[in-house]
């Protein structure tokens, strides 16, 4: 039996902490129990996942198959887009059978944040368009910054890729009224009155990577910044509404989540990160360990 509830919504509004396998951990959680799931998983973790027979996310969910692009299954673009790459083939081989949970896990409004690097976006589009559902692809977020050395054999790659899809189409919840807002890039082109109250981000975000040196940092090497979870969820979530992060890291994401009156169910299943976690947010509590 676990040592955590199960169903967030029915344990009266605690948040947190899980150590452990992500997968062994989702399969104790109820269905349709996250408004909001931001994962940002390591690349090419170089485990070797034991293969599974793949079905569609809807086949699965008993509501018919769906087909990707031009009448193709999934499983065959999956195959034909695989046979390319090794590393990514072992990637996806560990992240499917967690893109599958989190797919049940999404409440019928939820949204899913998958925060990639630029490896492995283009692959992950493909096939989250066939496996999601090209309809529920919302938008492919650019966040850029400039840090660190600087190659001069190509241009420094220095972005990464959060593409964001949604459980249903129709009904998912964004608000971007809620959203921090930039300043122009041409303020002389807008009003004072604009200027003042700032512009709408689009789907480039320009933010800093966590400061060596400043308030954020918690010492734990893939750490995001809190500016790019804010947005993530004061957009995609309501106060009130749960949080879900399986790939924890630091717990900015729960961090994050506590400051804007959300609640959250955080998971990791290495130690550093648990300790990293609980320094962090010490009113939370921790299973698991
Ligand atoms: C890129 S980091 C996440 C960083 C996080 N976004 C932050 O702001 O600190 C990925 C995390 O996934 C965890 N992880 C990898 N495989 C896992 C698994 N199978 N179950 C649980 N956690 C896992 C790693 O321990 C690592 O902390």
């Known amino acids: 039996m676990p ?29 349709e129990a996250f408004t909001l799931i931001y994962l940002d998983p390591p690349f090419n973790t170089g485990r070797v996942q034991k293969r599974q027979s793949t079905t569609s996310i809807r086949t699965e969910a008993g509501v018919g198959s769906i087909t990707g692009f031009k009448g193709r299954s999934y499983d065959r673009i999956k195959g034909d887009l ?3 790459d090794d590393v990514f083939e072992n990637y996806w081989e560990f992240i499917e059978p967690r893109l599958l949970e989190a797919w049940r896990l999404l409440a019928p409004d939820g949204t899913l944040y998958l925060h990639l690097d630029y490896r492995e976006a283009h692959y992950a589009k493909v096939l989250l368009d066939a ?96 500016g790019i979870l804010r947005r993530i969820i004061q957009a995609s979530s309501r106060e009130g509404d749960w949080v879900l992060d399986f790939f924890a890291g630091s717990g900015t994401t729960g961090a994050v989540a506590h400051a804007l009156g959300r609640r959250f169910v955080l998971v990791d299943q290495n130690p550093e990160a648990i300790q990293v976690m609980r320094t962090r947010m010490p009113d939370v509590p921790v299973h698991g360990d």
């Open 3 to 31: 040592d955590h509830p199960t169903d967030p919504a029915s344990d009266q509004g605690v948040s947190r902490i899980i150590q452990g396998d992500n997968l062994a951990v989702l399969a104790e959680l109820a269905d």
């Open 82 to 84: 695989l046979a390319y």
């Open 131 to 226: 496996l999601f559902g090209r309809e529920s692809f919302l938008n492919e977020i650019i966040w850029a910054y400039d840090y660190g050395a600087k190659t001069k054999s190509r241009w420094p790659a220095k972005h990464d890729t959060i593409l964001v899809y949604v459980k249903d189409p129709a009904r998912y919840y964004f608000d971007s009224a809620t959203v921090d807002r930039e300043p122009y890039m041409a303020p002389g082109l807008v009003t004072p009155e604009k200027v003042a109250k700032g512009k709408l981000p689009t789907d480039v975000w320009w933010h800093t990577i966590v400061s060596p040196t400043g308030r954020e940092k918690t010492g734990y090497p893939t750490q995001k910044p809190e």
